[in-house]
């Protein structure tokens, strides 16, 4: 008892000299009691359960800081840009998808002082100049196993290939065009990565064409789940937290997790913002261990703390994306190249979205 | 102009009792009557307008590259064909669907009409996207149709993530903006216009045709244009009833403004959607404006 307390205490000095130090270096998850007093900062994500749950992580850095948080949405960059080139910004720190703090970053979101976010708990390879993960989750492929019995797919080659596999497949048809999926076609067209060009994109998506005009691309998280659930199509690209509900609520499907895509929502900061110091403050809270867990403990969506051990349900722990195993079949889209071509890209994407 | 001025002045001139005075007042000046509204238009409507409509000539450069892109483009072509393809479809099956069911809501008994009302007004405030993911339900492979196809032994037909399944469920979306503005003209037609024609000899069939349906058009029209004008713009139940086979142009304007944030090639496709629509619609105002020889009361 006398040794606990005695390590207790040795821990509390510990803190306390951490925060004395924290102007010099900021330590994950804190912030300094009533630092943010009389301040407002307005946080802006997806809303539903995802943007609940940030907000439950965020519980604690509001209640020490004394900042008074709102909450605002849906993410729309198009809004942002507005406030932005209006003078105007009313969003401090904004959650976006994968490619807007590449694409605008010093534009429309400014860069990161990681003099004041302690990013040493982040897996390596997805901080960038403009944005920390919010969090980590996968898009998986997920076959329906009463369909595929004793010879199921394996990976992404196996998705494309509806010779060896016949059956109806269904894929993110959301908006933006999935980087990761593009490469996967385009592995399975017998292409190669490495040093892509614009006409690998057109291969690519020939190679998803060719996946016949009954293929689905589903709209929504949603919908992929409605897809599962009542066995529409045999399958289905579905993010890892549409999958694990839709295995939930009792669809028979199993994932493959053979090169899943890696993908994550980005933390941001836009340019203009009444206090960066705050902002960064925000951020710095989010990404602590505790934070990180109640997150994933409310959104089921994987932690970007490396320490953080989160209290899920079997299924749930299933779904999650950081533990070793997965983290060796992850696959990693080639960002630069996508945020170079991100236009032209595009209009590729859009012109199979619109069955042209 | 002038002329009638004149008495106009010279009436307001006469004593009168001040309610009078009043009703007078706003006679003289319709004007006030419709500022509000009138403002909120501009402000809401004809400045946002506006703005796009200048963006669109001035982004990224002043000049007409967005246009030149547009009509440059197979997919935008396609697309912009398909949505007016699809609104007609949308407004033809609510004609078929609307007509019969608004003459019937002016034949039936009070009691009965109320229960036709409450059946076209309590979806109406169901939200679209619920009403939407309803008929995904239905329409599904795996869906309610498709499940009842089977259990009489034939073979399911394809009806989600096409056109057909688009057109369902728009038409029913929209079918209220029929039935209402249909309902509001038959409820006014004099059915003993049907007996007289009856009288004179015509056979149900023709006194319906010559009599009635000349008198019910305006509701007819009004109802047609609402439909067809509100389903150009309709972005959710295409989107999840269709494939991309389905997609309509206000999917593509969202992604050029909201993802790419192009907002001069946006703002094109808006100024040529909306030149189109008033093109068609001037091209249909003469069938509007033609007057019926037969019937006609006024």
């Known amino acids: ?356 | 102009m002038a002329a009638t001025a004149t008495p106009e002045i010279s009436r307001s001139r006469a004593p009168a009792d001040a309610a009078g005075e009043r009703r007078r007042w706003f006679r003289g000046q319709p004007f006030w009557l419709v500022a509000p509204a009138l403002l909120l238009l501009l402000v809401a409507l004809g400045l946002p307008l506006a703005i796009v409509t200048l963006r669109s000539f001035s982004e990224p450069g002043w000049g007409l590259q967005n246009y030149v892109w547009f009509f440059g483009s197979p997919v935008n072509l396609t697309v912009l064909q398909r949505t007016f393809t699809i609104s007609a479809w949308v407004t033809l099956v609510c004609v078929v669907a609307g007509y019969p069911y608004a003459y019937a809501m002016t034949i039936v008994g009070p009691r009965v009409r109320l229960i036709l009302i409450l059946c076209v007004l309590v979806p109406f405030w169901v939200s679209g996207v619920v009403r939407t993911l309803a008929w995904v339900i239905l329409l599904q492979d795996s869906g309610v149709i498709n499940s009842m196809i089977r259990g009489v032994g034939l073979s399911p037909i394809k009806l989600i993530r096409t056109q057909t399944g688009v057109v369902i469920g728009m038409a029913q979306v929209l079918l209220p903006f029929m039935i209402l503005p249909l309902y509001a003209v038959m409820k006014t037609i004099d059915l003993r216009l049907m007996q007289a024609a009856r009288s004179l000899g015509a056979s149900p069939a023709r006194a319906f045709v010559q009599v009635y349906v000349p008198l019910s058009l305006p509701g007819l029209y009004a109802g047609a244009i609402i439909v067809f004008i509100l389903a150009l713009g309709f972005y959710i139940t295409p989107a999840l009833l269709g494939g991309p086979r389905s997609t309509m142009l206000s999917t593509l304007i969202q992604n050029q403004v909201l993802s790419l944030l192009n907002w001069g090639k946006g703002g094109a496709m808006g100024v040529v959607l909306l030149v189109a629509t008033f093109v068609l619609l001037a091209l249909a105002a003469p069938l509007t404006r033609q007057p019926h020889k037969t019937g006609s009361r006024r």
């Open chain 1, 1 to 356: 008892m006398m040794i606990k307390f005695g390590q207790a205490t040795a821990l509390a000095l510990l803190m306390a000299t951490t925060a004395a130090l924290a102007q010099d270096k900021p330590v994950a998850g804190q912030v300094g009691d009533g630092s943010l007093k009389d301040k407002t900062l307005t946080f802006v994500s997806y809303g539903g359960i995802y943007q609940d749950g940030q907000i439950a992580a965020l519980k604690e850095f509001v209640d020490k800081s004394g900042v008074q948080l709102l909450s605002d949405g849906p993410t729309e960059i198009s809004k942002l840009q507005a406030q932005v080139e209006s003078g105007n910004v009313t969003w401090d720190v904004v959650d976006t998808g994968d490619f807007p703090p590449f694409v605008y970053c010093g534009k429309l979101f400014q860069k990161l002082d990681f003099s004041k976010i302690d990013t040493s708990n982040i897996p390596k390879g997805q901080i960038s100049e403009c944005s920390v993960p919010a969090m980590n989750y996968g898009v998986v492929l997920m076959y329906n196993t009463d369909k595929y019995k004793d010879n199921p797919p394996k990976s992404w080659k196996d998705f494309f290939d509806i010779e060896k596999f016949p059956g109806s497949r269904a894929l993110e048809g959301s908006g933006d065009l999935s980087g990761g999926m593009i490469e996967q076609a385009l592995l399975a067209a017998g292409g190669s990565v490495e040093n892509m060009t614009v006409a690998d994109i057109d291969k690519a998506i020939e190679k998803v064409r060719s996946l016949g005009p009954d293929t689905i691309f589903w709209k929504t998280g949603a919908d992929s789940q409605q897809l599962a659930e009542s066995g529409e199509a045999d399958m289905i690209a579905m993010w890892t937290g549409r999958a694990m509900t839709a295995v939930k609520n009792g669809a028979k499907y199993t994932p493959a997790w053979q090169d899943w895509l890696v993908v994550m929502d980005q933390m941001t900061i836009p340019m203009g913002v009444k206090d960066p110091d705050a902002a960064h403050a925000l951020i710095n809270a989010y990404v602590g261990k505790t934070s990180q867990e109640v997150l994933a403990k409310t959104t089921s969506y994987t932690p970007i703390h490396k320490d953080a051990k989160p209290e899920v349900d079997e299924v749930t722990a299933s779904f999650m994306t950081n533990t070793p195993d997965k983290l060796k079949l992850g696959y990693q889209q080639n960002i630069k190249f996508w945020v170079e071509n991100f236009e032209v890209a595009n209009e590729k994407w859009n012109a199979l979205m619109s069955g042209n």
